[in-house]
């Protein structure tokens, strides 16, 4: 059977799966019952200085549904812990000591200043904790008062307040980074170059989930008014995936080790993210929406998996599918494929039909027999039938194998390699070679 | 509780009340509002969408069901009501197993149908709750058209024609309006006074004038009517019933099964109601398993269905078949009755098997009886009286076109025409297209 023990900064989990700064960690309580659910570790709810900042009375929650009242994703406006700083040192203590193969990160959030963080960070390490985080993300309230996506906004600040906590702890230092930012590799690069160990992505993001139509004001509403809150949940997970592929094709920050965070809620998301570079996985949404029971699907399912494609260790999956990350400008224009409809498969909604119809290349025939057939000669191949289609596989794209005619274009295939650097059409293309 | 199941003769109260209520109560309950949503969103909206052309009355379903997913299920009613203004009674009476939701394409592609009947319930039922009636009458006309039989295909003509801005007047022989809403639909499909709660809804576009105990052809002739009105509408119906052909076939407990239905309708005590201990249906369509099932939930101890044909020739469609054999209904299939025995009153019933041959339905020259004490005929509605100047067409009234007869100023539809299956729909179709085109041919 796989092992799923990893190793992430030195720091050891008998799996993967962390949960992720915020409620289900907040106190010794949860946390407790969450490693007895079999979690690997936890990255302790995010600890400011006292005192302690308070959170909204009313709703503190908006979401988005789907038909059956499935959670695909939500926003928060809660803020830090709005506990005492000392109460959390002290539970974070007793977990640590009570359960030694787990990992224990605290995340933190305290002022701008280089005395504020020294000052902190000895407290930490007195709990005996595995690890700092560095909340640079929180998209509302604490960036507001200079803190959080405040942060992790301005790569200056990152790599500066990263620098200061490497100089005041011996403790691995992982900087969590905002997602609301133009390009994350300059967050990365700013966190590598002040000396982290790692960088945990994505935070949450920032939103609007809905609107009282009644109110006529944002939703969670607190006595008539709303605010952006923080987005994360299955929602976020391609914003996430795609951040963490940039970092970790990044050529400057390759090596650096990436906790992947955003909407992971079944082991499949989990090992996506591994392979785009995540060391290991954290979750948030999918355990408050859930429980800490989800945990046993996790760690079963990635271990049906690796040992399915026979990878004995979460080592072997992170990072595999990084190489295949590439530019558009390097896709093979060469790779020609064709619609292809399943008739002994096909319903006959007519959704392609409308689709391509309507809204893209008019490539699908209808017949009075409402039988559905692609014409070769529109079809451009963009996949929207694929993904409109309700069977599953009833509709493929088929490679045209080179020497074809590809009755589109009039040209033969070519098992050639051709991308956009390279083509004619492109003013600035250079010569194959 | 005075009698049993297997008290001999017909009697009543064979069940207990709180039994009776239950089994007379909402044969498919409603949806809730989150089952709703969750029924709307496996509808995958397609394109030309073959529900549509399978509804007689060709409701925009995709539309309403996104409409219901959407959250609002009144905009959802009013596009059905737009097509069909009895949408509500059709939401539970249409057989969408043969219409609808066969031709959804998750009924080939799963065998499960989008629930389609009982979302256009959900719909037609919220917005009726509000008592809402989102239509307005047009501008005067000035035209008055009389509309004889208020049954769907008179209500939905008659409606419409109020809308367009004419003035109706809408009468029927019976004591109270509805036609076969009100007398014939099995009561486990339209509890709670439904049919006269929408009619009631109905009513409330204006325009509509009604008189009850008006015969055609008795109180009133078709001529009377074409001299005072811009014309007319026949909505009348089947009224009479075919006969058994049988000996011994007017023995005491032969009955029409028609007539226990409406019986059973009327009835405001179903403990009252007489029903006997061993009950033979004879046919094979609604009114057939309406009747064996509504015996049945009467406290019958054994019915049996007979019918002459093969399974597949029934007219009854297989979820109402299904629908009796859960009831606790026998099935009996190629078997017609020879003779109806008895000492007065009806005993047994003698039936011959039969063979479906190329050149027809044959005995076999086998024989069987079956014990009775009461029996039911419905073997099929016939028109009772072809008003004088119109001319039959497979001995219903001929029509052309939106449902114009031989006559000027004379249109009709329902069952009572060629054309469509005898459903509430298609009666509402047709009275529907019909009351357009006299309007049209009225004002231009
Ligand atoms: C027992 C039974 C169960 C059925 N169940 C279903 C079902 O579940 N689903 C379904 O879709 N269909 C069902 N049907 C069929 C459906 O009821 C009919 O197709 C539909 O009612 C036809 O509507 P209509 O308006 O043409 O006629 P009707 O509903 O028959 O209405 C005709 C009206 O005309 C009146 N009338 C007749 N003659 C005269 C006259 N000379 N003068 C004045 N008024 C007159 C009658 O009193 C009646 O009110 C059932 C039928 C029966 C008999
Ligand atoms: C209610 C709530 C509170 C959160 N609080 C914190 C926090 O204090 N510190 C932090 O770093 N992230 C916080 N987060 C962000 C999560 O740790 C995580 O990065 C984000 O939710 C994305 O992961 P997910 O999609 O698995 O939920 C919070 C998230 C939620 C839902
Ligand atoms: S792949 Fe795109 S262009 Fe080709 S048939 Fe499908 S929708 Fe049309």
Not at chain 2, 82 to 91: E, H
């Amino acid at each position: 059977m796989a092992n799923l023990a990893t190793e992430f900064l030195g720091i050891k989990s008998p799996n993967p799966f962390w949960l992720a700064s915020a409620p289900p960690t907040d106190k010794q309580y949860n946390v407790e019952r969450a490693f007895r659910a079999g979690w690997g570790g936890v990255v302790w709810k995010t600890l400011g200085f006292d005192p302690h900042i308070v959170n909204v009375n009313g709703p503190r929650y908006g979401a988005v549904w789907g038909a059956d009242r499935q959670l695909l994703g939500m926003n928060n406006i809660e803020l830090i812990t709005d506990r005492p700083l000392d109460v959390n040192l002290r539970e974070i203590k007793a977990v640590k000591r009570d359960w030694p193969d787990r990992a224990m990160i605290v995340s933190l959030m305290v002022p701008c200043d280089e005395e504020s963080w020294a000052a902190i960070l000895p407290m930490v390490e007195e709990t005996g904790a595995d690890g700092v985080e560095l909340n640079f993300g929180c998209p509302h309230g604490m960036s507001e008062r200079g803190m959080g996506s405040a942060v992790g906004q301005v790569p200056e600040y990152i790599e500066m307040v990263t620098r200061w906590c490497k100089k005041h702890t011996r403790m691995p230092v992982m900087v969590k980074l905002t997602p609301n930012v133009a390009d994350i590799r300059n967050a990365a690069r700013a966190a590598h170059k002040g000396g982290a160990d790692a960088v945990s992505l994505i935070n949450t993001v920032n939103s609007i989930t809905s609107v009282d139509l009644d109110a006529m004001a944002p939703e969670p509403t607190i006595d008539g008014k709303g605010t952006h809150g923080g987005y994360c949940g299955p929602a976020v997970k391609p914003i996430a995936l795609n951040m963490v592929a940039e970092i970790a094709r990044d050529p400057q920050t390759a090596a650096l080790p990436i906790s992947g965070i955003g909407g992971i809620t079944t082991w499949r998301d989990a090992a996506e993210f591994l392979a785009l570079g995540a060391g290991n996985a954290q979750v948030c949404t999918a355990a408050m929406n859930y429980g800490f029971a989800i945990i046993k699907e996790l760690t079963a399912g990635l271990s049906l998996w690796m040992d399915e494609k026979g990878y004995r260790s979460v080592d072997e999956v992170v990072g595999r599918a990084v190489p295949n990350v590439t530019d558009w400008q390097y896709l093979n224009l060469n790779y020609v494929t064709k619609a292809r409809i399943d008739q002994d498969a096909c319903i006959k909604c007519g959704r392609c039909y409308a689709a391509c119809e309507d809204t893209s290349h008019q490539a699908i025939s209808m017949s009075e027999e409402r039988v559905f057939e692609v014409i070769d000669a529109e079809c451009v191949a963009c996949n929207l039938c694929v993904n409109v289609c309700p069977v599953e596989n009833c509709i493929t794209m088929e490679r045209l194998p080179a020497g074809a005619r590809d009755e589109r274009t009039g040209q033969t295939v070519s098992d050639r390699y051709l991308n956009w650097t390279m083509h004619p059409n492109n003013p600035m293309a250079k010569a194959a070679e | 509780m005075t009698n049993a199941p297997t008290t001999p003769g017909i009697v009543p109260a064979r069940l207990d009340r709180q039994t009776l209520a239950a089994n007379f109560s909402d044969v498919e309950p409603p949806m809730g509002a989150h089952e709703a949503v969750v029924a709307a969103d496996r509808c995958y909206f397609c394109h030309d969408a073959p529900c549509i052309t399978a509804c007689p009355t060709e409701i925009d379903i995709p539309l309403f069901i996104r409409q219901i997913q959407a959250g609002q299920p009144e905009a959802a009613a009013r596009t059905i009501l737009d097509q069909n203004i009895l949408g509500g009674m059709c939401a539970r009476v249409c057989p969408t197993e043969t219409l609808c939701e066969e031709a959804c394409v998750r009924e080939f592609a799963e065998g499960k149908p989008v629930e389609i009947g009982r979302l256009q319930r959900f719909a037609t039922d919220t917005l009726m709750a509000r008592d809402i009636h989102p239509y307005e009458r047009a501008a005067p006309t000035g035209k008055r058209i009389a509309v004889v039989g208020a049954g769907p295909a008179g209500l939905a003509c008659a409606h419409r024609l109020a809308m367009r801005g004419n003035d109706v007047v809408l009468m029927d022989a019976r004591e109270r309006i509805g036609g076969l809403n009100e007398y014939g639909i099995a009561a486990y499909k339209t509890p709670d006074d439904f049919a006269q709660a929408e009619i009631d809804w109905l009513m409330k576009i204006g325009g509509i004038a009604t008189r009850t105990g008006v015969r055609l052809g008795e109180t009133v002739t078709l001529q009377e009517l074409r001299a005072e009105y811009d014309a007319v509408f026949l909505g009348i119906g089947l009224g009479a019933v075919n006969a058994l052909g049988a000996e011994g076939e007017t023995r005491e407990g032969v009955r029409d099964a028609v007539d226990f239905i409406a019986e059973l309708r009327q009835a405001e005590d179903l403990a009252r109601l007489p029903v006997g201990r061993h009950v033979v249906v004879i046919g094979g369509g609604m009114t057939a398993v309406d009747a064996a099932v509504q015996s049945r939930l009467l406290g019958a101890e054994a019915v049996t269905m007979v019918y002459r044909r093969g399974r597949d020739r029934m007219s009854a469609s297989e979820h109402e078949l299904d629908h009796a054999a859960t009831a606790g209904v026998r099935i009996i299939t190629n078997a017609q009755p020879v003779a109806v025995h008895g000492n007065g009153a009806v005993r047994e019933v003698e039936f011959a098997y039969t063979h479906d041959g190329p050149d027809g339905l044959k005995p076999t020259g086998e024989t069987f009886r079956l014990r009775a004490d009461q029996v039911f005929k419905a073997i099929g509605q016939t028109l009772a009286d072809l008003p004088a100047g119109l001319s039959l067409c497979n001995g219903k009234i001929a029509v052309a076109g939106a449902g114009r007869t031989d006559l000027p100023g004379v249109w009709a539809g329902g069952d009572c025409t060629t054309g469509g299956e005898d459903l509430t729909v298609t009666a509402v179709a047709q009275g529907r297209d019909a009351a357009e085109d006299i309007h049209k041919t009225l004002n231009g």
